[in-house]
């Protein structure tokens, strides 16, 4: 995960959003039913891009289509449906990491977290805490890494298919830092920009 900047609530975002969940809230404070009043999903095209459809938590980028780019309650709606349908508490997700992440509390806010909190160790691709960190911060990046479960083989393997191409100049530097922009700022920070081909073994 790196920092995530806030993005500025979309103009229309009253009258689609807002607005009609307003109305449902003040008719039932505390649902337990949000069918047919989901109406988050109406800012989804406006929230994937905003942030270039890049996931708030995976920081990979989504494909708008077979991808399945959600919009994730930071603070889950059913502690506080009051933020169910606010601009400011919706991040970006791919599907699986908005499973994984459901409603539990342990997961640090992309909009809150630092540069080096997160580290990619490589050739691994395993992420581990970085460095220094107060104990307290390394807690909640540890409890964040095992919630998402960012080090599960096929999230790896998400990483290393994006890595890989880079490798084998499929694209350019800046490409990568698109789709898979925590990757490409752990390469700047770790200087391997221009090396990482031979530490994962490309000629």
Not at 33 to 51: F, H, I, P
Not at 66 to 81: L, N, Q, Y
Not at 155 to 161: E, L, M
Request: hydrophobic content about 35%.
């Amino acid at each position: 995960m790196i920092p995530v900047q806030e993005k500025p609530e979309p103009t229309d975002f009253e009258s689609k959003v807002r607005a009609k969940g307003r109305n449902f809230l003040q008719q039932v404070t505390y649902p337990k039913n949000w069918d047919n009043r989901e109406y988050w999903r109406n800012s989804l095209k406006d929230l994937y891009k905003a942030y270039n459809g890049v996931c708030a938590y995976s920081a990979q980028w989504i494909p708008e289509t077979e991808g399945s780019p959600t919009v994730d309650h930071f603070i889950p709606k059913a502690f506080k449906p009051e933020l169910a349908y606010e601009w400011s508490n919706f991040r970006l997700s791919c599907l699986k990491m908005n499973a994984r992440k459901k409603d539990f509390q342990d997961v640090l806010d992309p909009f809150q977290i630092q540069y080096r909190w997160f580290t990619l160790k490589f050739p691994s691709l395993i992420i581990k805490p970085g460095l220094n960190l107060e104990p307290s911060i390394r807690s909640k990046v540890e409890s964040t890494i095992q919630r998402l479960q960012l080090n599960k083989e096929e999230t790896i393997n998400s990483r290393f298919y994006w890595l890989m191409r880079y490798c084998e100049n499929k694209f350019p530097f800046e490409f990568l830092q698109e789709v898979a922009p925590f990757i490409a700022s752990e390469l700047e920070r770790q200087n391997l920009v221009d090396s990482i081909a031979s530490i994962m073994s490309v000629s």
